[in-house]
């Protein structure tokens, strides 16, 4: 079926779900690049911690200086580490393929109608939470 026979609410929901999947890919495109970032970071806090118990380094301003830089690049690789699982959380949460509805499944292969056995919330008909009708009977 093609995505043009839909009914408009039928497409929109289809649309939406292309939507979802492209979010999702680029958030764990993004997580690819926060884990980079990490590494990265990583890399030079072991570089910087290196320099400073090497035996060449005397004097202690020059270690105390590497020190911090050491700190402050494991800090970031802690928290862009911190950041790749957020942001894989929200990926995974957000793709319809894992996450999904029944309807988001079926309708990521090929367009199709939803199924809608619900009852919308906006149907005027249906009842409000408490039970009682939304305008009383006039006496």
């Given at each position: 079926?093609?995505?043009?026979?839909?009914?408009?609410?039928?497409r929109n929901f289809y649309e939406w779900?292309?939507?979802?999947?492209?979010?999702?890919?680029?958030?764990?495109?993004?997580?690819?690049?926060?884990?980079g970032f990490c590494s990265y970071s990583g890399g030079l806090s072991n570089s910087s911690n290196e320099k400073k118990n090497a035996a060449t380094v005397n004097d202690d301003h020059v270690k105390n200086g590497?020190?911090?830089?050491?700190?402050?690049?494991?800090?970031?690789?802690?928290?862009?580490?911190?950041?790749f699982v957020i942001v894989f959380a929200a990926a995974i949460f957000i793709s319809p393929l894992c996450c999904g509805s029944n309807n988001e499944r079926k309708v990521i292969r090929s367009p199709q109608e939803i199924d809608t056995d619900y009852v919308a919330y906006n149907n005027s008909s249906t009842r409000n939470p408490i039970g009682f009708n939304a305008h009383p009977p006039q006496v």
């Open positions: 079926m093609s995505a043009d026979a839909l009914t408009a609410t039928s779900t292309r939507a979802k999947i492209i979010i999702s890919i680029v958030s764990a495109s993004a997580c690819l690049l926060l884990l590497l020190g911090a830089l050491a700190a402050g690049y494991g800090f970031a690789s802690f928290l862009y580490f911190c950041s």
